[in-house]
């Protein structure tokens, strides 16, 4: 039985199958660092830099294994941290705990040093369970709510033990008034189907559609077998949300890549052309993105009723389990291919690829960032897990990478937070320790706190089997995805003082922590430096000096888009006349012969 409340905090996390818990220490939690000692480091306590990322690292974790991600922090600036990574969670739909520190309970009220109001803090990130611990007798409770809330609803939860409450004795609830026991953590998963009217109503819609639309996101990663049946029977062609990039491989012909503002140009088509819609696990917020509303008529699947049917005008809503759902839909269906459909998808899906293969190819000042990940694509071991960060990087992430075998990838999408991919690699790869990880990121986020998180992969490296972690820096001296958007929503050119980076080398900065550094500036070099990378027994950093020039332009970039560009460059942007050459070479590759 364990002693004191730290102890049987960790004793709880073990019974839940917590392997590590993401952290950074402070007299907040001494109660619970000392509990770490006293057991052997079981959980593993995993030492980031800086609380945010280890929220980060825990929704990194989450995302990958499909388990819990928990993370700790001491109290006041501690936990005040944790917020950004939360948020994270909170809007990705993603399973995290946060056990918290607080100062003492007799000084609470007194304005006393790092005192802050917890419980007014985290209402809102965690609002879905959020308790205080202010007995020993309350924590099986607290602990395995907040677990069983994160699990099921898929949502941040935070359990708050003052410092004091900590090192006192650990008593279990009795059978007393006023105590309220807690069962052993268990794990079950019920997998729920709609009823058998609403299915017949839904395979009604798709048996009687000609051009059959399906929109993958997240929730549907567990459905993937389903969901390739079910564009065999109906000859559909799957966009997918970018959370959920995936869910099915880019080399499946009908599969036409992300959808939305990094979104591709198949999936821009298929959308605008379809008469039938079907999404499965995906909350898109770009409505516009979606066909023309009363085009389509509109099925959508999603275990959550309460964000069902939000961004487009459905026929039928189906709350479920994506995989059962889908299970118990299959049978239903007429098996009719719909080949000249079909046709014109894959034809929009291979002369896109095609496309992709030109504008990476293109020559830029020094190195084009698309064919940065057009040559990983060439090369990146089947099992690999890629987490992008957020900027220009996202873009080529988005649309240049292609997935296959049992690739995994994630970013931060709802929130688009800065700095997560290099703790969100380090998450997955305490997820999958045999499997090599990739964060393509850019300078901005580098130097936000990716640096500083190249240490804790350096630390940490020798408890993977695989070690390989290669962070790809997209070094262009820009924070270049704000200045692209000054340019196309604002109509202003870039400002130098606020987008202009300083100027450091990635390379120089990875050998001087014992990691392996790879600069390159010439795009001959790239695909030898990937093949390096990969052939490393250590975490690389792969620095690129990449063409800030080359615009992440959208396929279906609209006339305001466009023209707002235009005026900006003509306001005297400091690269007007690179931005003008690259944007028309880029352009002009979606112009050439072999277009579907």
Known sequence: MAATVGDYILQRLREWGVAQVFGYPGDGINGIITAFAAADDDPKFVQSRHEEMSAFQAVGYAKFSGRTGVCMATSGPGAIHLLNGLYDAKLDHVPVVAIIGQTDRSAMGGSYQQEVDLQTLFKDVASEYLAEVNVPEQLPLALDRAFRTAESRRAPTAVIVPADVQQVRYRPPEHEFRQVPSSDPSHGHARVTPDEGDLDRAAGILNAGEKIAILAGQGARDAAEELMLLAEFTGAGVAKALLGKDVLPDDLPYVTGAIGLLGTRPSYELMRDCDTLLIVGSNMPYSQFLPEFGKAKAVQIDRDGSLIGMRYPTEVNLVGDAKATLGALLPKLDRRPRRRWR???????????????????LEAEPVNPMRVVHELSERIPHDAVVTADSGTSTNWYARNLKMR?????????????????????????????????????????????????????????????????????????????????LRAMGGSPKFEESQSLPQISYADFAHAIGLEGIAVDDPADLADAWDRAFAADKPVVLDVRCDPAVPPIPPHATLSQITSTTEALLKGDPEAWRVFIQGAKTKVQEMMPGRG
């Open 405 to 485: 075998g049992t690739m995994r990838g994630s970013l931060s999408g709802t929130l688009a937070s800065m700095g997560c991919g290099v703790p969100y690699a380090i998450g997955a790869k305490f997820a999958f320790p045999d499997r090599p990880a990739v964060a393509l990121v850019g300078d901005g986020a580098m130097q936000m706190n990716g640096l500083a998180e190249l240490i804790t992969a350096g630390r940490y490296r020798n408890l993977w089997p695989d070690p390989r972690l290669v962070v790809c820096v997209f070094n262009n001296g820009d924070l270049n995805q704000v200045t692209w958007e």
């Open 343 to 361: 046709d014109t998808v894959e034809d929009n899906v291979a002369a896109w690829w095609e496309t992709l293969g030109r504008q990476a190819m």
